[in-house]
């Protein structure tokens, strides 16, 4: 692994191998400074909970080694295959899924096409981009070019998932070398209305097959999918302009201050007996209050009484 720029790893999770190698490998990788991709399919439904638990902490521990981590659920290989197609041809299917995902990527930068990319764009939308989903679709015709659009963002491995609101997009169109600005146009069109956020980095190439006759391959990958926006930073409280009315100091001011030096409990008696005696004063006159009293408890006032 040494002096790879890039390194794809693929693997079936839910088993021994593939789910404990692949976090190892992608993290030798880390090390190494390589961009890392890790392609990996999740078990059938008929495998049972265990192995879906494995797949999803396997994949949980490659996410935080790994740039960019490409899921695909084998049950949606059924979406795919014809109905009564074989088990082996069912497995031929998985393998060209992780190899169609591969070679998206990589014909963006080896491939001669009318629209290079190099490596730096690549990196700069997968590195450090979390989950990602990716979807193929293939087409002939005179439609062929928004056919294939339309197939690769409704493509059965997406899982119901929208690639609106993705941080970084692929998209690699391949096809002859007789592709028409028109179709390039109604075909990027297509995905860039999809994606629809203003800030996603969108990277696009066309690659030259001439393999493909008639047929037009579009490759979305879509990255950062699902991601959490960074949370505002909490909003500092400031001390606010005082309000109120200012008046001057008044002479009954300057006695309480003066008071100042007594304790509480002082000032609280002395407060308490000047209450009473001028309620005794105004209407009680028949009660007399002691101020020293108070310093009794009530229960032997009242055996005293």
């Not at 990788?29 to 909970?49: I, M, N, Q």
């Not at 994949?59 to 935080?64: C, P, R, T």
């Amino acid at each position: 692994l040494e002096d790879s720029h890039m390194v794809f790893i693929t693997a079936g999770f839910g088993g021994g191998t593939g789910t404990g190698a692949a976090s190892v490998i992608a993290e030798i990788c880390k090390e190494l400074g390589a961009l890392t991709v890790a392609v990996v399919t999740r078990p059938f439904s008929f495998e049972g909970k265990k192995r879906h638990r494995m797949a999803e902490e396997g994949i949980d521990q490659l996410k935080e080694v790994a740039d960019t981590v490409i899921t695909i659920p084998n049950d949606r290989l059924r979406g795919i295959a014809q109905r009564n197609a074989k088990m082996t041809d069912m497995f031929k299917k998985a393998d060209e899924i992780l190899l169609h995902s591969v070679r998206g990527i990589t014909d963006l930068i080896m491939l001669p096409g009318l629209v290079n990319l190099d490596f730096a764009d690549v990196r700069t939308t997968m590195s450090k981009a979390g989950l990602a989903i990716m979807g193929i679709g293939i087409a002939s015709g005179e439609n062929r070019a928004i056919e294939a659009a339309e197939r690769a963002i409704s493509h059965p491995l997406l899982e119901d998932i929208s690639i609106s609101g993705a941080k970084g997009v692929l998209m690699n169109i391949t096809s002859t070398s007789d592709l028409t600005m028109e179709d390039m146009t109604e075909a990027s069109d297509r995905i860039y209305e999809e994606v629809g956020g203003e800030d996603a980095e969108i990277i696009w190439g066309q690659a030259i097959d001439e393999t493909l006759g008639d047929e037009m391959r579009v490759t979305v990958i879509a990255t950062g999918i699902g991601t959490k926006p960074e949370p505002e930073a909490a909003e500092v409280l400031r001390p606010g302009t005082l309000r109120g009315k200012i008046r001057d100091i008044t002479p009954a001011d300057m006695r309480n201050a003066a008071n100042l030096d007594e304790p509480a409990f002082v000032r609280r008696k002395e407060a308490a007996g000047e209450a009473a005696g001028t309620i005794c004063r105004g209407g009680y006159k028949g009660i007399v209050i002691d101020n020293n009293d108070l310093d009794i408890p009530t229960f032997l006032r009242r055996k005293a009484d």
